[in-house]
Nanobody, 115 residues
Framework: QVHLVESGGGLVRAGGSLRLSCAAS????????MGWYRQAPGKQRELVAT???????NYPDSVKGRFTISRDNAKNTVYLQMNTLKLEDTAVYYC?????????WGQGTLVTVSS
């Protein structure tokens, strides 16, 4: 079983920055892809960023140029550096990984951006 635990969420003013982290634990070896999704109130969960074990990243246009995903393979940890935050970035952010063709999700960490 893969357990994902997020941290780093909080309240920040528009234009500010936050850094999220997510650690995978359990019987986990050689995780390929990890990433982040988010879900705003009343909206569906959407992709924020993914990164492979080789360092290949993927971002939607909504965060490209503002968010950066990175990982520490030795620690099975993924990070999300969020800069120039906007009001529309307010959401619960979920860590995600696909391990042996099974999707695993963290419990989420709340990011609130205020004006």
């Amino acid at each position: 079983q893969v357990h994902l635990v997020e941290s780093g969420g909080g309240l920040v003013r528009a234009g500010g920055s936050l850094r999220l982290s997510c650690a995978a634990s359990g019987s986990v070896f050689n995780i390929n892809v990890m990433g982040w999704y988010r879900q705003a109130p009343g909206k569906q969960r959407e992709l924020v960023a993914t990164i492979s074990s080789a360092g290949i990243t993927n971002y939607p246009d909504s965060v490209k140029g503002r968010f950066t995903i990175s990982r520490d393979n030795a620690k099975n940890t993924v990070y999300l550096q969020m800069n120039t935050l906007k009001l529309e970035d307010t959401a619960v952010y979920y860590c995600w990984t696909r391990y042996y063709d099974v999707d695993y999700w963290g419990q989420g960490t709340l990011v609130t951006v205020s004006s």
